[in-house]
């Protein structure tokens, strides 16, 4: 299991402890959840992580050959996946609560959850060539949110290991 995976459990065991369910008249559940860290935490923690793990396999040599390998990618989109729906919730950053009533920021976290199970399946299938296009749906997504959103805020100085080498 990666190291990332403790990450991913976490933050969803605090997605779910923060879950309660009150049913509405004439309407399904009701679920109200408290972020418990910012989104900027998040995408550096989690997305960032995972994206480049997938991301990686289309440079020299890095091909998955084995089925452990393949399975590692899984879980990498997998948290893509998760890590789409988290943020659409918002977090704890300055600007997250209202970025998510936004609804460019619910459909720009749908394209990062779409790309994460796009590229889940092709692990899952074990299909470099669908990989290879999960992964463009995912820079894709990433490029469009960053523009909109993020195009010059800070980072509240959390920087990811990717950016220190």
Not at 106 to 132: C, D, I, P, W, Y
């Amino acid at each position: 299991m990666t190291r990332s995976m403790p990450l991913l459990g976490a933050l969803l065991g605090v997605l779910l402890a923060g879950c309660s369910t009150s049913p509405q008249a004439g309407s399904g559940p009701s679920v109200s959840v408290t972020p418990a860290v910012s989104v900027n935490a998040v995408m550096v923690g989690l997305i960032d992580h995972a994206g480049h793990a997938l991301w990686d396999v289309e440079r020299e040599g890095r091909t998955p050959g084995t089925d452990e390998a393949w399975e590692d990618l899984e879980h990498h989109a997998v948290q893509i996946a998760a890590a789409g729906t988290l943020i659409a919730l918002g977090g704890t950053g300055k600007a997250d609560p209202g970025w998510a009533q936004l609804p460019d920021w619910k459909a720009q976290s749908r394209a990062l959850t779409e790309a994460g199970l796009a590229a889940m399946n092709a692990s899952h299938s074990k299909n470099l060539e669908a990989l290879v296009k999960a992964n463009s749906q995912l820079v894709e997504a990433c490029e469009r949110c960053h523009k909109e959103f993020k195009p010059e805020l800070p980072t509240e100085g959390i920087v990811h290991p990717h950016h220190r080498q």
